[in-house]
């Protein structure tokens, strides 16, 4: 048990870069940490992981027993609970942003309730990446480029930063062509997180910006889309919030060929946890139910 406690160290070390992170992860003291890790090393005569005083690294031969590492733990996890044979039953807490999680996320889960009559499962929607160790959740539905490369990812899709108006508002005034047009109209500027007012157009290496003077700021996208649909301005939103109403019309697209690069859309979980037979099959679940979904594949480029 204690070998295995070992390797249980190093694949949490190696997952989120930080021996107190492993420690809080395995809910171990961070000396208890450092000492298996130290004895896995002696063990196997090689350095695993370097270690400074801001970091820590795995080293090629500690990637390389990581790996060995975790089909070691699946496999003595399927030994010692036999779970692959008895039905699904616990509590599974997931997260996904607001209204994403209200409109796909939350019909998913009530369909997996179904399959499987011994689960419970709480949903949190919250438009803030909760931290999946510190929180206690066991999956993420994340949208955006994931900053963690500690957590095993599944991409499920896409999105695109879209620009939208009524036909009302353009009826009134001129369609951009560019985005430098932007300056002459009227814009609704989403103000959740502390940015700068100006969007970015185009790819991260040729990237145009624009200074934006909003008419209106609001801090929650429904509330947003309520002044886009008023004829009140031009708004910036994910394509998946409007994508009803650009097929029914009532919403148009703007300047498409100078759309940013696509957000990603991920199930993500904390790498030792997905070994867990309820995450796997929420996992799985979610993800042939995501990629069905009309909303996350790609939308292309077209001209506006």
Known sequence: MDRLQELAVLVAVVDHGSLAAAARRLRRSPPAVTRALAALEDRVGVRLVERTTRRVAATEAGRAVAERARGILDDYD??????????????????????????????????????F???????????????????????????????????????VGEVRRILVASPAYLARRDTPKTPADLTDHDTIFGSARAEPLEWRFGSAQRASVVRLSPRLMVNEVEARLVAVRAGQGIARVLSYQVSEELEAGSLVRLLATHEPPALPVHLVAASRGHRAPKVRAFLDFAAAALGKLRVIRPMGRKPS
Not at 91 to 115: E, K, N, S, W
């Open 117 to 155: 009559a011994e689960m419970q499962v709480e949903l949190v929607l919250n438009d803030r990446n909760l931290d999946l160790i510190e929180e206690g959740i066991d999956v993420a539905l994340r949208i955006g480029p994931l900053a963690d490369s500690g957590l095993l990812a599944r991409r």
């Open 78 to 115: 399927r030994a010692v609970t036999g779970l692959a044979e008895t039905p699904l039953r616990g509590l599974l807490r997931v997260t996904a942003p607001l209204q994403f999680g209200r409109r796909h996320v939350a019909p998913l889960v009530i369909a997996f309730l179904d399959a």
